[in-house]
């Protein structure tokens, strides 16, 4: 489930930076859309690292109960 989270997360990344480079270099008539994306992914991967902080979190806890 991480996995295909981390796989979504890097597609937006990967739309963010195409999207980014048109802006930049005039071929994007709607600036918003880059603008968008990046937002989009930049809170997608801080919602996949949170969730990655908590299930390390939770483990090391039920690493702690079992010693």
Do not use: C, Y
Request: hydrophobic fraction near 45%.
């Amino acid at each position: 489930m991480l996995g295909g989270a981390v796989d979504g997360t890097q597609r937006l990344q990967a739309t963010s930076n195409e999207l980014t480079v048109a802006a930049v270099t005039g071929d994007l008539e709607d600036v918003h859309r880059a603008t968008i994306a990046s937002t989009r992914a930049q809170t997608t991967l801080e919602l996949v690292a949170a969730v990655r902080n908590k299930a390390v979190d939770a483990f090391t806890e039920i690493m702690r109960m079992q010693a």
